[in-house]
């Protein structure tokens, strides 16, 4: 099969293609690598077109290597939408808005998920874990159900409780856990080593970035394996980010593209915007921060493991990262729903939002296609009004 190896994203270390390890003896991520050579010849632009629509069409790009361990609810191949009123809008013709909101679980995280529980199987693996601010733990708690793997969620104690509900309902394990994402991560990473569990939590394991990499496959193929000129994301773990880094890299060594790459746009809200500031300050990690404040809590990731792979994404695509307030991503979202009767998640609203701000510092022009993610359903839980800390 076309995988060869996993490969450490900082010290290049190298672990063989189906070895049970979930990071890199140095702690920083592990990426898959694949016989683009191989896989080129295989999957062909003509031959896809007759494919399933789904993000198994790219199956010589993913880890999986029995078709039968391959966990699947139909998830990918969502819409690249045109946005011409809310381009009209905004000064920006070319707008287009590739929705995530129809995949199963309501979110982009049905591709990252669907890849991770399909390695489960095809290492052996019963139990799977991941800790979430909403979205990814809500998509784990179905695919384990579909996979018939045993789930377990921890959700920091403000998310939603329809997020907790709905992964119960799957027949997840879900535990509410006092304080901030990381405080649930440790909890889920320390319960994940004690019992060998898999741990899903974004780049803790190597395999949810190659289904979050098939955005980036499936924008190409929808634009006549062409690309936009930027791309507008909203930012927590990076893992969608960077995931769409891996497959423009991909692409270009299968010969599917060119070199040239769009600008990618990393989007926070102002009360939680570790990459933000890393970003302005030219450095190469970002710090933890230490008090998030925002109206969104799914948007609330004061850190991640693969700072050092976004804030590399963003320098090496001329891009940049870009804080939103909440009343901004407010206006994102009635911005979408009156001009496009698109009803986004608090993340594309975000996204959209950011456009105002990177038309009028001279980023994102008039020229310019622009690809803007919304990453989720815009009918997911209404936010509770932001607690006291």
């Known amino acids: 099969m076309p995988l060869t190896r996993l490969e450490c994203a900082r010290c290049d270390r190298r672990y063989e293609p189906h070895e049970r390890c979930q990071t890199c003896q140095c702690g920083a991520p592990l990426v898959a690598r694949y016989d683009l050579e191989r896989a080129a010849k295989e999957m062909r632009p003509g031959h896809l ?95 384990a159900t579909r996979a018939g793997l045993s789930g377990h969620v921890f959700f920091p104690a403000r998310v939603d409780r329809a997020f907790a509900d709905g992964a119960g309902a799957c027949g997840a394990h879900v535990e509410s856990v006092d304080g901030l994402l990381p405080d649930a991560q440790r909890l889920c990473s320390g319960l994940a080593r004690q019992n060998e569990w898999l741990d899903c939590t974004a780049f803790q394991e190597p395999f949810r970035i190659e289904g979050a990499k098939t955005l980036g496959y499936e924008i190409a193929e929808q634009m006549g394996w062409s690309l936009p000129d930027v791309v507008v994301y909203t930012t927590g773990s990076g893992l969608g980010l960077v995931g769409l880094w891996k497959a423009l890299e991909e692409l270009e060594a299968m010969g599917f593209v060119g070199p040239r790459r769009p600008r990618l746009y990393a989007i926070q809200p102002e009360g939680c915007a570790p990459i933000v500031r890393a970003f302005a300050a030219g450095a190469t990690e970002a710090a933890a921060w230490d008090d998030p404040r925002t109206r969104f809590p799914d948007l609330e990731v004061p850190s991640t493991a693969a700072d050092f792979l976004v804030l590399r994404a963003l320098h090496d695509s001329h891009g940049a990262a870009v804080a939103v307030s909440d009343d901004e991503i407010l206006r994102g979202l009635r ?39 919304n990453s989720a359903s815009g009918l997911a839980p209404v936010q509770q009004p932001m607690p006291q800390r």
């Open 49 to 143: 077109a007759l494919r399933p629509p789904t993000l198994w069409r790219y199956r010589e790009v993913l880890p999986v290597e029995d078709p039968d361990d391959c966990v699947s609810l139909g998830e990918g191949f969502t819409p690249l939408l045109q946005a011409p009123r809310l381009s009209a809008a905004l000064g920006l013709p070319r707008i287009l808005l590739k929705d995530e909101a129809g995949n199963p679980a309501g979110s982009v995280d049905a591709r990252s998920c669907s890849v991770a529980t399909s390695m489960a199987v095809s290492l052996g693996i019963r139990n799977v874990c991941i800790a979430s601010t909403g979205s990814a733990g809500l998509a784990l708690a179905a695919y």
């Open 335 to 373: 911005d979408a729903s009156s001009n496009e009767g698109l009803l986004l998640s608090p993340a594309g609203g975000a996204g959209v939002a950011a456009l105002h701000r990177l038309k009028a510092s001279g980023h994102v022009s008039a020229h310019d296609t622009v690809v803007v993610v």
